[in-house]
């Protein structure tokens, strides 16, 4: 695992956490995860979720993913999926908004793994080079994803070739992100 992607998660959790906590008085919440049990439930209203980042109880894993597609990948994926539990949380980056995905609980870890798996697939099966997202964007036509080839960070048009590089490392990408309160 790469120990300075987890230190950069971390640290961008706590950002995100002090954002929520300065601007509302409370946790991040999410109405998305309402009723979805995970450790990280802090408490509930009536339609929403508060959340704190946790350590997981039992260790995250990408083997899964590798066992099934036979491939290695990069230490930044395993560091950025395998460091903690968390919600998901709303970002933007150079002015678009995204939505940072995070693993809720080790049950979900197996969810995370399919969709992986999913989109790899679908990647060798239009022999694209493979990537592993890590957050959504507005379009349902357009993820972030890191290179499984080169580590870089991409907003990658799902079925598309061409990318554009949205930052050389995601330690990188993870220092620019602005939290934001939904």
């Known amino acids: 695992m790469d120990y300075q992607v987890s230190q950069s998660l971390q640290d961008f959790t706590r950002r995100y956490l002090h954002h929520w906590q300065s601007l509302t008085g409370n ?41 099934a597609m036979e491939m ?8 950025f999926y395998c460091t903690q539990l968390a919600g998901d949380m709303t970002v933007s980056h150079q002015g678009q908004s995204l939505e940072l995905l995070q693993v809720w609980s080790e049950a979900d870890g197996v969810r995370i793994q399919e969709n992986l ?45 061409k990318n554009t590089v949205l930052a050389p490392t995601l330690q990188d990408f993870l220092s620019r992100l602005v939290p934001c309160v939904t």
């Open 27 to 67: 946790p991040p919440a999410s109405r998305a995860l309402y009723g979805v049990p995970s450790p990280c439930v802090v408490s509930e209203d009536d339609s929403r979720v508060f959340w704190q980042p946790r350590q997981p109880q039992e260790a995250l894993t990408l083997a899964g993913v590798e066992r």
């Open 72 to 79: 290695r990948l990069r230490p930044e994926a395993w560091a």
């Open 117 to 161: 798996i999913g989109h790899l697939l679908m990647q060798k099966r239009l022999k694209i080079a493979p990537t592993v997202f890590i957050a959504t964007t507005d379009s349902e036509l357009s993820l972030v994803s890191v290179s499984n080839l080169t580590g870089e960070v991409l907003l990658e048009e799902v079925g598309r070739k």
